[in-house]
């Protein structure tokens, strides 16, 4: 019983955070398999302290996920226009934008004709082609893509007006640093725009706290940060952000954040 209950607290969200039929079929594949054979031999409770991330290859497992997150419509449609609603009210156009994580590129290519320029950014080359064939295809020209994590992208501070992290901040181990430099790339009185998803606030944390390692040891899963809505709020707050609006379209979905430097 407790294996089934957390193979369905893992594959629910897996569904959350991938949302792809494709790679929701390999991991429930790989997940199971591997779940129950560890609790054969009475090693699933003892695997909480897995290295995080031990295969290093981040960026081929979001390559292996890319051509299905391109192809599967988003899950809360109602939520993400939403979301674009709020972020614009924010855009001018004379802005300099970078997103980080972009993925295949939609948001920013939405959000281009509200601002001068976007830098949008991902670590994964095979989510990128998307992105660039999203662009081809639009009549957008001032968006450039770019393969790189955000530990190696090098920016002037203060160089943008607006941050978009939108489905990212849960994936790094590195998350303060990620947001300080956020901090430093902003300009004075610059907007940081986050949706991150809380696993430590999810009705289903304790299983996943337990097997989500698990998901990443074996190459399922990508590293995921255990963080609550507390986490992620005071370590927007410890550098130095003020949180300006806070949202969160129902129980256990990204909550969304605008928190702005000071001017």
């Not at 909550?255 to 000071?262: E, N, P």
Request: proline residues 4%; hydrophobic residues 40%; charged residues 25%.
């Amino acid at each position: 019983m407790q294996t089934k209950k957390t193979l369905r607290a893992l594959i629910t969200f897996q569904t959350l955070l991938f949302s792809s039929p494709l790679s929701r079929r390999d991991f429930i594949t790989t997940a199971t398999s591997s779940a129950l054979a560890l609790k054969a031999n009475n090693k699933l409770d003892t695997m909480t302290n897995i290295p995080e991330d031990r295969s290093g290859q981040t960026a081929k497992i979001w390559d292996r996920f890319a051509k299905g997150y391109a192809k599967q419509p988003i899950d809360d449609q109602e939520a993400y226009e939403k979301k674009l609603s709020i972020t614009q009210k924010y855009l001018t156009k004379d802005m300099e934008v970078l997103e980080y994580g972009c993925g295949t590129g939609e948001t920013s290519l939405i959000h281009a004709p509200f601002v001068k320029h976007i830098l949008a950014t991902d670590i994964s080359g095979k989510m990128l082609e998307a992105a660039h064939k999203r662009l081809a295809a639009s009549p957008v020209k001032n968006v450039e893509f770019q393969q790189v994590s955000i530990d190696q992208l090098q920016l002037k501070n203060e160089s943008k007006d607006v941050v978009l992290g939108l489905s990212i901040l849960h994936l790094l181990k590195n998350r303060d640093e990620a947001i300080a430099k956020t901090y430093q790339w902003l300009k004075p009185g610059g907007i940081f725009v986050s949706s991150t998803t809380c696993v430590g606030s999810m009705g289903s944390a304790p299983f996943l706290k337990r097997i989500l390692p698990i998901g990443s040891f074996f190459g399922a899963l990508p590293y995921v940060n255990t963080l609550t809505k507390e986490d992620l709020k005071e370590s927007l707050i410890k550098n130095k952000f003020e949180i300006e609006y806070e949202w969160q379209p129902k129980k256990d979905a990204a909550v969304f954040i605008i928190a702005r430097k000071s001017a």
